[in-house]
Each structure stands twice: as C-alpha cells, then as structure tokens.
C-alpha cells in the first residue's frame, strides 16, 4: 500500500509542470495531401503542431522519376515549412518531410499530389 | 510469502525510483511515419515513456448467475535505454455476487521487461521482445484476487503498418495491424488449497486498426472534422489457451473481442472499446473497456519522458535527403 501511495505522489509532482512540447505532426499542406491542382504550384507549404528546429527539419520534392523538383534549401518560420519548386509540369509529385520539433522529437511523412488532375 | 512480497515491492520502488531521476529522449510507437497508438487490451510494439491512468473495464463474468466485476488499472511505461524498457501495473478489482456477496481488492503486481527488437520507418514496422512477471503474493490472496505464485510470460510483440503498399491501394495504406503472442509459465505447477494444476498457457492478441492521422497527412487530406482526423477505430482481440499441465481444468480458450476506437491527442490518447466474451466461460453479455493514457515523453521531454541511459544524449543529425 506504501508503494502505490509513493506512486501517485511521483505523479503528482510530475504532472506539476508539464512543458509545452511534443512530436511535430503534419497539420496541413498546400498543395493539400493527395490533392489535384489544376495549375502547378510554385512552392509546397507544410504546417506542422509544433514549432521546427530550423536546423535539423527539411523537405524534398520529387517527380515520377525520382528526379529533384524543389529548389533546394526549405524557409522554417515557427511551425511551418516552405520550399520553392521549379516549374512543374502535368505529372504526380511526391513531398517528403522530416521534422525535428523544438525538443528534439524527430518525425518524418511523404505524400503526393498531381498537377494538372482536374 | 511475506518475504516474497516485500522483495517484490522493493524492486518495483527501486525502478521507480530509477524512473524518474532523468535523461535524454525521444519515442512514441513511431515506425517511420506510421504512429502505433497504445492499444487497450493488448500491447503496442514499442518501447515508451507512458502512463495508462486509469484503464477501466466492467463486464459480467461467466458465472451463472453472473457476477459484475469492475476492473481499475494502472500502467506506467519507463524507458531505461533508448531500447530497453520497463512498465509496472497493477489492477483493483471489485466483483459483486448476484447473492451481494462482494470481493475487492488488488491483484498481483504486473512487471514487463521489453526490448526494442527493431523498427524499420520504410516498411513501418516495429517487433519488441518481452518477459512479462506477475509477482505472486503481492496482491490481494484472501479475497481470491490474486494467486501466491508468479507466473513469467516471455512474449513476442509486432506491429505492421501498410503504408509501404503501392499508391494504387489508396485508403487502404491506412490500416495497420499489431499483435503480441506469449507463454506463461507459472512458478508452481500445483495449487494445494485449490487441488488443481496450475496450467502453462499460450496468451496471444492483436488487433487491426485505421489510422485517420495517416490517411490525412500521407493518403489524402479530406478536410474532414478535425476530431475525425485524431481518430484511430480498431478490433482488439485478446486470447488464452491453457496447452500444458492442465490436467482436470478446462482445455477451453478464452478471450474477448473489443471493437473501439482511439482518439489520439498531442499528448494523451483515449480510447473505448466494447469488451465482447468470445464464449460464455469468458464472460456475459458485452462489458466496456476506457481508457485515459498518457505520453509522458511529450509531456515532459526533458525529465522523466526520456531514457534513463544513453538513448539520444547524442546532438540530433542533420536531416539529409
């Protein structure tokens, strides 16, 4: 009996301060998951739960073929990650992200969405 | 016995003791991009700092007439390495006779010891290696609650996700399976005040599931309600076969199946599930299962959410594609 009292007073005093922090999951994306865009995007826009470590977050997109059709280095500002694209042309695209939220949770996804499915 | 018990306790408070001193994290039942949810009646695959405060069941045995039976749980889940884990539970149980005769009391202390066999982010996939020991003499012997031997369950734990699958399978990339199957041994083979063997007997479970999460962030987003979006539905099944040393007892196999759902949070989850008796020696009529569980590595990243040793005391790479 002694132990489970000691049990509910360690969570009591671990529930007295609980940080504001946690895994950086996809919120949303712009072109939207498994979306079709009539007109190609210039740039892919993910939101995420969490706010990023800039340093150690990034994102990659890709054509049919595998071949790079980002132009390079993502913009992290708090929760959201940008990246340029080259110009697309009809086809499927696939997004591919890892996270690094601000208390060192890593996370990663991937999508696809299509140009020109409308 | 007495001895026994104290041991028992002792070691618990050790660990926990251990448990929250601190170090460095990361976890979740992550498999690349497939999150695990922890289910209600069998394990997930991984190894994780996690609070299950409380589980509750009710349910009507198989007895004829049938007893009620409230069951409250606690579960507390502590990496000690970034692959090496331990949980300590323990239940309270309350069964009321039709007659009004009533048994209350705990049950014996539940230890698991799991290791983090593998988790491969491209196939989602996630096998966890683990000794379940309940400690016998711990909990409440008199009351017929719990037995005065231990009983040591070496069990195998996997989980699959089916996002690896062509993106021609669409929306069903989004199901998942896990399961668990393990053998308990107990430390005695007879029980004397009962006359009876006490059986070694095959514990086995799983459970398949649709992750609402998955479908919107790697399938298509539906712009669906937001609490749809947070949802994991799910079949558990959990079972028993007695397969040894059971001479007189029933051969029969026991279980339930629990059809549910999970709503996930940042962190915490909750989940309820119906508790279906697969035959009548399982219980009657459809109980219910709920459960609040708690992620305590994102509640507390830096104090008792992380392993104890090693783990990721290391600075994080820098993301490469």
């Given amino acids: ?118 | 016995m007495l001895r026994s018990s104290s041991c028992s306790r002792a070691i618990a408070l050790a660990l926990l003791f251990v448990a929250v001193s601190g170090a460095e994290a990361l976890a979740h039942c992550f498999a690349g991009a497939r999150f695990f949810p922890a289910t209600l009646a069998t394990d997930d695959p991984c190894v994780a700092d996690e609070l299950s405060l409380p589980t509750v069941q009710w349910s009507k045995t198989g007895d004829v007439p049938a007893a009620t039976e409230w069951d409250i749980s606690v579960d507390f889940a502590k990496r000690i390495t970034e692959d090496f884990g331990i949980t300590v539970g323990d239940t309270w149980s309350h069964i009321h006779q039709p007659a009004g005769f009533t048994q209350a009391g705990f049950g014996n202390l539940d230890t698991t010891f799991q290791y983090q066999l593998l988790k491969d982010g491209p196939h989602e996939l996630a096998l966890l290696l683990g000794l379940v020991v309940e400690w016998g003499g711990t909990g409440a012997i008199n009351s017929g609650l719990a037995t005065p031997w231990s009983t040591l369950t070496p069990t195998f734990y996997f989980g699959k996700g089916f996002g690896d699958l062509p993106d021609s399978f669409g929306w069903l990339r989004a199901f998942a399976v896990t399961g668990q199957i393990g053998y308990q041994f107990p430390t005695l083979s007879f029980d004397v005040d009962s006359g009876s063997f006490i059986p070694q007997v095959l514990v086995y479970g799983a459970s398949i599931q649709y992750s609402m999460p998955y479908l919107k962030s790697e399938i298509r987003d539906y712009q669906l309600p937001d609490f749809i979006n947070h949802l994991i539905p799910l079949v558990e099944m959990q079972l028993s076969t007695p397969v040894a040393n059971n001479f007189g007892n029933s051969p029969i196999t026991t279980g339930t199946i629990n059809p549910g759902v999970i709503w996930v949070g940042t962190y915490f989850q909750v989940g309820a599930e119906a508790v279906i008796p697969v035959n009548h020696a399982s219980g009657t009529g459809v109980g219910f299962l709920g459960q609040l569980h708690l992620y305590l590595d994102d509640m507390f990243p830096t104090t008792i959410g992380r392993p104890l040793l090693g783990g990721s005391s290391a600075p994080p790479q820098q993301l490469k594609f």
């Fill in chain 1, 1 to 118: 009996m002694r132990l489970r009292a000691l049990i509910l007073s360690l969570l009591a005093m671990a529930f007295s301060g609980i940080a504001a922090h946690a895994h950086a999951m996809l919120d949303r994306a712009s072109p939207a998951v498994g979306s079709a865009v009539a007109d190609a995007p210039r740039e892919v826009s993910l939101t995420f739960t969490q706010n990023l470590e800039s340093a150690f977050s990034s994102v990659q997109v890709t054509d049919a073929n595998g071949a790079r059709v980002d132009q390079g280095k993502p913009q992290i500002s708090g929760n959201t990650m940008r990246v340029g694209l080259k110009s697309l042309s009809q086809g499927t695209y696939r997004v591919r992200w890892q996270a690094l939220s601000i208390d060192t949770h890593k996370t990663e996804g991937s999508f696809t969405f299509t140009v020109g499915g409308r």
